[in-house]
């Protein structure tokens, strides 16, 4: 499993997807799940669905440390604009 950081707003066209918002970690469970070339089946705040791929950059792979993620984390969110 990896984490992926939103770069965008993901609003959900279908129940099967997963609504998330710029800035939001990811679990991802797998990318590519058979028939869905470009998706990702992903968790996000106890739910699972699908994310188009093309949202999302993989940030860490759970081997990683934590502290690595806090720093990126940190350094993104210090960075970002705000779209309200």
Same mark, same amino acid.
């Given at each position: 499993?990896? @984490?992926?950081?939103?770069?965008? $707003?993901?609003?959900?066209? &279908?129940?099967?997807? +997963?609504?998330?918002? %710029?800035?939001?970690? @990811?679990?991802?469970?797998?990318? $590519?799940?058979?028939?869905? &070339?470009?998706?990702? +089946?992903?968790?996000? %705040?106890?739910?699972?669905?699908?994310?188009?791929?093309?949202?999302?950059?993989?940030?860490?792979?759970?081997?990683?440390?934590?502290?690595?993620?806090?720093?990126?984390?940190?350094?993104?969110?210090?960075?970002?604009?705000?779209?309200?």
């Amino acid at each position: 499993m990896q @984490l992926a950081i939103a770069l965008y $707003n993901n609003n959900v066209d &279908d129940e099967d997807e +997963l609504e998330f918002r %710029k800035g939001d970690v @990811l679990t991802v469970l797998i990318e $590519n799940p058979h028939g869905f &070339d470009g998706w990702w +089946l992903c968790k996000h %705040k106890d739910k699972c669905g699908l994310c188009p791929g093309n949202r999302l950059k993989l940030i860490q792979n759970t081997a990683s440390s934590p502290i690595e993620l806090n720093n990126f984390i940190n350094s993104r969110l210090s960075t970002a604009s705000v779209n309200l």
